[in-house]
């Protein structure tokens, strides 16, 4: 019955969780170098890509943070959703999300990247839509996925671009080459303009960490993301979704210090978000808004830390605001 589903999936959450604890100790503590390649996905002529897992430090840091807040969110939402007739499609929903997540962070090319992003949008969509009888629901998970689009359409032109000039979508090939390849292929050429080929590419890339990290210009998917359940809320802040696209930008670093010009539009928007978002959060009424726009507002604060080059910075307060915000509102789910 629905005990069983939520018992079930909380216990297959569990496992991966531990197994994090491990790589956390193995990789960032000691320091231990291993590279995991799982198996080989797509191979035509130049393409390239592979199933693997990368041994930096972001990675196995966010994904201890994803399994461990994914965790806590299964367990609240057992006694949380026990009333709900539907609770087997939440967890079901809740467990997609946790799949697409760790996918995303411990890919070590652009098109497991991406995947993982496509699915963390999709189950993003299905957690705000869960009671999809009501039209705000509705209007708020339609409007998610469309303003998230955008932030897709231009982190996929930039893998595009990518492996335009690279040939190739791997991280390691990508950030080896960014720094000595040829002059005349640095440059793309549009309307009898040249445009430095890397600044255009990591420009793009950042639209995309515009789009999931909900800063100024594509944020308003935000606050309408709390229709649903409060433990999608306390997943979508501090698991999912925000953590995805300042991590993007962690994950690709090495290629952004060779465009200054990229920084200097990651460092403005990341400072603009910070305050429109903490000034904006001060006039909301609504508890859950209250805590929301302090989510966009602290993102600002890591894509400000990503643009002024302090990577270990931004990942070190996104790890530390996913863990209290993942609390603050499964301590409002239990207030309201």
Same mark, same amino acid.
């Given at each position: 019955?629905?005990?069983?589903?939520?018992?079930?999936?909380?216990?297959?959450?569990?496992? =991966?969780?531990?197994?994090?604890?491990?790589?956390?100790?193995?990789?960032?503590?000691?320091?231990?170098?291993?590279?995991?390649?799982?198996?080989?996905?797509?191979?035509?002529?130049?393409?390239?890509?592979?199933?693997?897992?990368?041994?930096?430090?972001?990675?196995?840091?966010?994904?201890?943070?994803?399994?461990?807040?994914?965790?806590?969110?299964?367990?609240?939402?057992?006694?949380?959703?026990?009333?709900?007739?539907?609770? =087997?499609?939440?967890?079901?929903?809740?467990?997609?999300?946790?799949?697409?997540? =760790?996918?995303?962070?411990?890919?070590?090319?652009?098109?497991?990247?991406?995947?993982?992003?496509?699915?963390?949008?999709?189950?993003?969509?299905?957690?705000?839509?869960?009671?999809?009888?009501?039209?705000?629901?509705?209007?708020?998970?339609?409007?998610?996925?469309?303003?998230?689009?955008?932030?897709?359409?231009?982190?996929?032109?930039?893998?595009?671009?990518?492996?335009?000039?690279?040939?190739?979508?791997?991280?390691?090939?990508?950030?080896?080459?960014?720094?000595?390849?040829?002059?005349?292929?640095?440059?793309?050429?549009?309307?009898?303009?040249?445009?430095?080929?890397?600044?255009?590419?990591?420009?793009?890339?950042?639209?995309?960490?515009?789009?999931?990290?909900?800063?100024?210009?594509?944020?308003?998917?935000?606050?309408?993301?709390?229709?649903? =359940?409060?433990?999608?809320?306390?997943?979508?802040?501090?698991?999912?979704?925000?953590?995805?696209?300042?991590?993007?930008?962690?994950?690709?670093?090495?290629?952004?210090?060779?465009?200054?010009?990229?920084?200097?539009?990651?460092?403005?928007?990341?400072?603009?978000?910070?305050?429109?978002?903490?000034?904006?959060?001060?006039?909301?009424?609504?508890?859950?808004?209250?805590?929301?726009?302090?989510?966009?507002?602290?993102?600002?604060?890591?894509?400000?830390?990503?643009?002024?080059?302090?990577?270990?910075?931004?990942?070190?307060?996104?790890?530390?605001?996913?863990?209290?915000?993942?609390?603050?509102?499964?301590?409002?789910?239990?207030?309201?």
């Amino acid at each position: 019955g629905s005990r069983g589903v939520a018992v079930v999936t909380t216990t297959c959450v569990l496992l =991966p969780s531990i197994l994090s604890c491990i790589a956390f100790y193995e990789v960032a503590l000691c320091a231990s170098a291993c590279y995991i390649k799982i198996a080989p996905w797509i191979f035509s002529e130049p393409f390239d890509a592979a199933w693997g897992f990368p041994p930096d430090s972001p990675t196995v840091i966010l994904l201890l943070v994803v399994t461990i807040v994914s965790s806590l969110v299964h367990i609240y939402s057992i006694s949380y959703m026990s009333g709900d007739p539907h609770s =087997p499609r939440f967890f079901c929903y809740l467990s997609i999300s946790t799949f697409f997540t =760790p996918m995303l962070v411990t890919g070590d090319n652009s098109i497991q990247l991406f995947l993982g992003w496509e699915g963390v949008g999709l189950a993003s969509y299905l957690l705000i839509n869960f009671w999809f009888t009501r039209i705000q629901a509705n209007k708020a998970a339609i409007k998610a996925m469309l303003i998230n689009r955008v932030g897709d359409f231009g982190l996929a032109l930039g893998i595009m671009g990518c492996f335009t000039i690279f040939q190739t979508v791997d991280f390691s090939t990508i950030f080896a080459c960014a720094s000595v390849f040829p002059e005349p292929h640095h440059y793309f050429l549009f309307c009898n303009t040249e445009f430095h080929a890397i600044t255009v590419i990591r420009i793009l890339v950042f639209i995309g960490a515009v789009g999931k990290s909900a800063q100024i210009g594509l944020h308003t998917w935000l606050p309408d993301a709390m229709e649903g =359940p409060t433990p999608v809320s306390a997943l979508i802040h501090a698991a999912t979704m925000v953590t995805a696209g300042v991590f993007t930008i962690a994950r690709c670093s090495p290629s952004f210090e060779y465009s200054p010009n990229a920084l200097i539009v990651i460092t403005f928007v990341g400072a603009m978000t910070a305050f429109f978002a903490a000034t904006t959060g001060a006039l909301q009424n609504d508890l859950k808004r209250v805590i929301a726009y302090p989510t966009c507002s602290q993102s600002g604060y890591m894509i400000f830390a990503c643009g002024t080059s302090n990577y270990s910075v931004s990942v070190f307060h996104l790890m530390n605001h996913a863990c209290f915000k993942a609390l603050l509102f499964l301590s409002a789910g239990s207030v309201i």
